[in-house]
Every structure is written in structure tokens, then in C-alpha cells.
């Protein structure tokens, strides 16, 4: 069992950055990454990036948050990060942090998820 603790969010002007935070405890053994998704109202949960699990080395990004967003690690924490710059009103969601066994960008890869956090981005 895996639990996931995401924190950070909040309500940021537009332009504006913010950096979210997800701890891990539990049995991750054999994971492939760690990853952020994110659901807007009425719309589906969307792949938002992902570090593996190994030496944080490798990072996926979904196409409209590449170059503002950026994703790291830090293993003696247990901890994963998110960091989000030049945010739009079209960034405004709630944020998950997940598990993944599998592909990065692929939902059904990640078996654990925490509660998330709402970002909320003003114009």
C-alpha cells in the first residue's frame, strides 16, 4: 500500500508560479515513475509530467505545460515536485500525484493517487 500527500496549491495571479509538493510512505518498490495529473472542471483527468523512479533522470511532459513546468525529485524525502511557472487561467485544476507502473503518461499505469490540490489561476 502507497500513500500520497500532495500540498502547495493555492490561488495565483496569472504569470504568477507555484510549486507543489507530493510525499510518498509505503512500498514502492518497482515503480516505474512518479507523476502529475490534473482535472479541470468538466473536463477528463489529463497527464500533466512525470519523473522515474530510479535516478530522476528521466521526464516526460504533456505539450502544453513544456517550459513552464518542471519536475523533480528528492528520494531521501520521498518527495516529488512541481514546479509551475507562467501559469495561465487554463492551468486552474486540481492536482494529482500518482504511482505509475507503467507507461508515464498513461492513467491507467498508476495504481496509487493522492487527494489533490486545487490550483486555481486568476486573469
Known amino acids: 500500500q502507497v500513500q500520497l500527500v500532495e500540498s502547495g496549491g493555492g490561488e495565483v495571479q496569472a504569470g504568477g508560479s507555484v ?61 516529488v515536485y512541481l514546479q509551475m511557472n507562467s501559469l495561465k487561467p487554463e492551468d486552474t485544476a486540481v492536482y494529482y500525484c500518482g504511482v505509475a507502473w507503467g507507461a508515464a503518461e498513461k492513467e491507467g499505469s498508476y495504481r496509487y493517487w493522492g487527494q489533490g490540490t486545487q490550483v486555481t489561476v486568476s486573469s
Do not use: H
Not at 495529473?37 to 522515474?52: C, L
Not at 535516478?55 to 518527495?79: L, Q
Open 19 to 79: 510549486r507543489l509538493s507530493c510525499v510518498a510512505s509505503g512500498d514502492t518498490y518497482g515503480s516505474l515513475y512518479m507523476g502529475w495529473f490534473r482535472q479541470a472542471p468538466g473536463k477528463e483527468r489529463e497527464f500533466v509530467a512525470a519523473i522515474d523512479s530510479l535516478g530522476g533522470r528521466v521526464s516526460r511532459y504533456n505539450e502544453p505545460v513544456k517550459g513552464r513546468f518542471a519536475i523533480s525529485r528528492d528520494n531521501a524525502k520521498n518527495t
